[in-house]
Antibody, heavy 119, light 107 residues
Framework: QVQLQESGPGLVKPWETLSLTCTVS????????WSWIRQPPGKGLEWIGY???????NYNPSLKSRVTISVDTSKNHFSLRLTSVTAADTAVYYC?????????????WGQGTLVTVSS | DIQMTQSPSTLSASVGDRVTITCRAS??????LAWYQQKPGKAPKVLIY???SLNSGVPSRFSGSGSGTEFTLTISSLQTNDFATYYC?????????FGQGTNLEIK
């Protein structure tokens, strides 16, 4: 059974860079699309972007100028960098895997990690 | 971007009720729609994909229908465990977008 686990700082200062890693266990990172999704407290879900295991990426235009997603197949993990954060970036950040067929719905999710942007 | 609009935003129901949640897309998405259930403090869990395909392990009281721009999620007989927030998501085109959610609460 594929499991995903987010890790990274829970508190980031305004205008600094948010960095999170998602470690995949119980399966290979190869062959799949891997996404980051976020949810501000009490609000809905926003797709941030995905990376294919080969390194191809696709980002939400609303965040594209500030987002980088990367993958390390040797460590079976992928990462998110979001630059110049503000309070509006405070959210639970989830990593997720797309379906086995490559359809971009999210079949597997991490438990989520709350990142607060505050000085 | 394709906008997804769910209705109602809140639904009050009782155990045993049949309930329906609607999701409308701002443009056609064929059948590229998924439904998720989310409980407080937990990650969403996919219930339905491709509008009407039941994900493995999901009880058969959940069903989905629709195509194009209008979709429904139906729970045939509500169980205590079903009170949660439900989201639709389109994966026809990027950026992949979610509805605002429907909070299903106990009447």
């Amino acid at each position: 059974q594929v499991q995903l686990q987010e890790s990274g700082p829970g508190l980031v200062k305004p205008w600094e860079t948010l960095s999170l890693t998602c470690t995949v266990s119980g399966g290979s990172i190869s062959g799949y699309y891997w996404s980051w999704i976020r949810q501000p407290p009490g609000k809905g879900l926003e797709w941030i972007g995905y990376i294919f295991y080969s390194g191809n990426t696709n980002y939400n235009p609303s965040l594209k100028s500030r987002v980088t997603i990367s993958v390390d197949t040797s460590k079976n993990h992928f990462s998110l960098r979001l630059t110049s954060v503000t309070a509006a970036d405070t959210a639970v950040y989830y990593c997720a895997r797309a379906s086995s067929r490559g359809d971009l719905y999210f079949a597997y999710w991490g438990q989520g990690t709350l990142v607060t942007v505050s000085s | 971007d394709i906008q997804m609009t769910q209705s109602p935003s809140t639904l009050s129901a009782s155990v045993g009720d049949r309930v329906t949640i609607t999701c409308r897309a701002s443009q056609t998405i064929s059948s590229w729609l998924a439904w998720y259930q989310q409980k407080p403090g937990k990650a969403p869990k996919v219930l339905i994909y491709k509008a009407s395909s039941l994900n493995s392990g999901v009880p058969s009281r959940f069903s989905g229908s629709g195509s194009g721009t209008e979709f429904t999620l139906t729970i045939s007989s509500l169980q205590t465990n079903d009170f949660a927030t439900y989201y639709c998501q389109q994966y026809n085109s990027s950026p992949y977008t979610f509805g605002q959610g429907t909070n299903l609460e106990i009447k």
